[in-house]
């Protein structure tokens, strides 16, 4: 498999662990979407023809311009997310009557990427994303259940969205529902002691079907993670109560996809993904350290001219 550019390792005296590479992974999610296809017709689902730079530039530029129309909204913590959420949506298609998948962004300030990604998904109109936080609108600050049938959970009281996905993971267990729950934390929301009282829990029911991805951004509202409250080391602390973890690049959605994806099949407890991602989703334009950001019409602009060009 090593000739055929599948997997790399080391050489004698120089040992390193086994890992696919890019093509190896692209066999691998070939082989498995194979598997599960039950007609000729469905083998189209197994091409992975898509452009997720595409993608996620023209969610970038909605996130933007949902921010830059409502002169409010957390923009840098949204471009952090939006990668992952775009992960979990192509991966699963949670919260919709076709699926069994259970999404809650317990980090409910970044919004603005939820609807983004909704829209690109055409669950929302692009028209709507211009009401953010207008009165009267159904894209609020914060994800709100009343107004959107598609969130399964109103957020915004940071640490509580775990415990909640603890408890759906349970009730699907106890009514033999399948289905995976996928919980999308802050790291500075880490901080509250809610988080690690339902991993605790999560532990100990052995839900293997519920997910944590930590958006591993290293910033909260008073600064970096590391100098208001070490969180270091966090892949360590997940492990001790014993949930699986995985560490990935989060600017990389084609990583996201191939780990939910596997996490999908092959599950045995509870999983924590850490996701290492930037507050400015790759615009350099926008200050990655900055707590909040309303960009102007000129960067709005030049970021959806990006796109177009």
Known sequence: MKEEGLVEYGRVGEPRPIKLTEAGKIVLDLIDCDEKVNDVSDR???????????????????????????????????????????????????NSVESKNSFILSKGHAAPALYA????????????????????????????KRFLAEVMVSTGSLGQGLSIGVGIAIGKKLRNVGGKVVVLLGDGELEEGQIWEAAMSAAANNLDNLIAIVDRNFYQMNGSTEEVKRLEPLAGKWKSFGWDVLEVDGGRVDELVSILREIGNRQSKPTAIIAFTERNGGIESIDRKAFYYIPTYEEYARIRGKRNG
């Open 44 to 94: 189209q689902k197994c091409t992975f023809d898509e452009d997720y730079g595409e993608l996620l530039s023209q969610v970038r530029s909605k996130i933007v311009f949902e921010v830059y129309q409502a002169k409010m909204g957390h923009l840098p913590s949204s471009l952090s997310s939006a990668n992952i959420i775009a992960a979990v949506f192509k991966v699963f298609k949670p």
């Open 117 to 144: 990604i909704m829209a690109q998904e055409g669950i929302l109109s692009e028209y709507e994303l211009a009401s953010l936080c207008s009165i009267g609108s159904r894209l609020q600050g914060h994800p709100d």
